[in-house]
């Protein structure tokens, strides 16, 4: 992706030079790392997986940002920018207000409103406070352990996706989301959580087609290697060795890169109703 040069968003904080240590995970080890990060894109944003990740307690370490560290979060406050301009630019077309989401960096834990989370939690947007939190360890986790290939525009995609979820947000779906899953059962509820991110990877589809002008060639490639290895058959093939299709909360592998491409198509958030089916 071109973005060198740049404006970048003012809304991030940086929190990698600071770092909690301690016990961050129980049960330890690369296995129960695996296991969270697994655990936690199966249900991203709910409130009650992060309240059980184990973060924030222990000592604090402060360090200087290494090169490469700084230019990631260069980046990634360049991603932030475009997806404000971006979805700023198509609520005034649809005759709404567009509220900027921030961006919180860190290493290691950290504390949300919606709980406490580890680096193992991988990236995840908190509607409590409407902040998008990324440890960027997760995208080399997401390639040695997943077979996401890598490259810059994975770290986009993931990010379009969770201002996605921001996206639902502030149109209320996440809220509505929420009700019908209280008022269903657990098979009904997973159905309704494969239709919101599905949505979300429709969502950072029609981003990416309104950023198309700083795309470089393999950008798109990158990004459906990068749905491919989150969606919940193939995690739980490579974690268990089984897939079980009445626990997806996700969606599959091949719906998650289908939806992106829709929206990537299209551009057109009218197209993204992915509820039609459940609630008919």
């Not at 626990?247 to 039609?276: C, E, L, V």
Request: with cysteine; hydrophobic share 35%.
């Amino acid at each position: 992706m071109k973005w060198r040069g740049r404006r970048q968003s003012d809304n991030v904080e940086d929190r990698r030079g600071s770092s909690g240590k301690g016990k961050i995970l129980a049960g330890g080890g690369i296995i129960g790392v695996i296991f969270v990060i697994a655990q936690f894109i199966m249900s991203d944003g709910d409130v009650s997986v992060l309240n059980q990740l184990e973060g924030a307690g222990g000592t604090t370490e402060s360090r200087e940002l290494t090169a490469e560290e700084k230019e990631l979060g260069e980046y990634t406050a360049t991603l932030l920018a475009d997806t404000e301009d971006i979805w700023s630019e198509i609520f005034q077309e649809n005759g709404m207000q567009y509220r900027k989401p921030g961006l919180v960096l860190f290493t290691d834990a950290v504390q949300t409103a919606c709980g406490g989370a580890s680096a193992a939690s991988g990236p995840f947007y908190c509607p409590g406070d409407q902040k998008l939190y990324m440890d960027l360890s997760f995208f080399e986790e997401l390639r040695q352990r997943f077979g996401a290939k890598g490259g810059d525009f994975a770290i986009a995609y993931v990010m379009a996706h969770e201002v996605g979820h921001h996206v639902q947000n502030l149109l209320g779906t996440a809220g509505k989301v929420r009700n019908l899953q209280q008022q269903g059962n657990q098979s009904e509820a997973n159905e309704l959580s494969v239709a919101l991110e599905l949505q979300a990877d429709f969502y950072a589809g029609v981003w990416t087609n309104h950023n198309s002008e700083y795309l470089s060639e393999g950008d798109i490639e990158e990004a459906l290697s990068a749905a491919n290895a989150v969606g919940d058959d193939a995690i739980q093939k490579r974690t268990s060795g089984r897939v079980n299709p009445d626990s997806f909360t996700h969606g599959t592998s091949a719906q998650r890169r289908n939806w992106f491409m829709k929206g990537y198509k299209s551009g057109d958030i009218q197209q993204g109703d992915t509820f039609s089916q459940i609630l008919n």
